[in-house]
């Protein structure tokens, strides 16, 4: 295992700050060292706020820590990045229903402790502003987890975004369609928007876990860790978070010239 420390530029009022990067044999390497970090905070009992993410990246994860059997996830609330809009409630798909499906039911998390935008309401707007709210009166998440997109998108803030926004209704980039087509029985059945916690929001957390796999992650991961920080790669903002472990298999690590 290679591990590199880089210093991440410290935000205003935090005394310390590190990003720490680390690559691994492969994604199920990936997973254990994920669930290692999360189980570690959650026996310590400082996994009140577990931020979670969708996709194929993070549901190893899960899977890994729900095979320990640790106790302690009856007491832990789940807050979603995101959530498409527009697919009716109940749709397999919708990440409500992942979440509920891969995390909280197999790690013993109530569904009333389970947090995510509401894709069906009649004012998405009014649903964002209300999830971060939420978030915010549950104080922020003690980790948040996160997958990258191939365009270097996190959450659903596509390149773009500001690295000051919230919470809010997204258009999604063709490219997200169409890397997500493959959960859906066709391209056209992906929706176009969704709610998403804004960078600013994911960047409220107090700990990331940020977890890339796969060659197809390369040049995302490449420009989030080396590039400029800014929108045009929405997950070079984790440089500016307090406190980042960056999980990499090989394949997704390939193009760094400093890890
Ligand atoms: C999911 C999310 C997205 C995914 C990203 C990577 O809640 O917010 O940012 O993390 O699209 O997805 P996978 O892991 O499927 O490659």
């Known amino acids: 295992m290679l591990t590199a420390t880089s210093p991440a530029p410290a935000p205003r009022g935090a005394t310390e700050s590190r990003l720490v990067v680390q690559v691994l044999p492969d994604a199920a390497a990936v997973a254990r060292r994920a669930a290692d970090l999360v189980a570690e ?3 310590a009992g400082g996994l009140r706020t577990f931020g979670v993410a969708t996709g194929s990246t993070p549901s190893p994860v899960y899977a890994e820590l729900a095979a320990r059997g640790l106790p302690g996830w009856d007491g832990v609330r789940l807050f979603a990045l995101d959530e498409y809009v527009g697919l009716p409630a ?3 798909e919708s990440y409500r229903a992942v979440i509920e499906r891969e995390a909280a039911g197999p790690l013993g998390v109530p569904l009333d402790q389970v947090h995510v935008p509401d894709g069906t309401a009649d004012d ?7 999830y971060e709210a939420a978030l915010a009166a549950a104080g922020g998440a003690d980790v948040q987890l996160l997958g990258i997109g191939a365009n270097g998108h996190i959450g659903f803030n596509e390149p773009g975004s500001p690295l000051g926004s919230r919470t809010r209704v997204v258009d999604l980039d063709e490219r997200t369609r169409a890397d997500n087509a493959r959960f859906f029985d066709s ?3 992906v929706p176009h928007h969704a709610v998403t916690q804004g960078v600013a929001t994911i960047g409220t957390a107090r700990r990331h876990l940020l977890l890339a796999t796969g060659a197809a992650k390369a040049e995302a991961v490449r420009a989030a860790l080396e590039g400029p920080v800014g929108p045009a790669c929405p997950a070079s903002a984790v440089r500016l ?3 980042v472990h960056v999980l ?3 394949a997704a690590a390939s193009l760094l010239t400093r890890a």
Not at 124 to 130: E, F, H, L, M, V
């Open 41 to 43: 905070l959650l026996l």
């Open 241 to 243: 978070f307090t406190d």
């Open 248 to 250: 990499l298999d090989t």
């Open 90 to 92: 109940g749709h397999p």
């Open 187 to 189: 391209p056209a059945q």
């Open 124 to 130: 998405p707007r009014a649903a964002a502003d209300a």
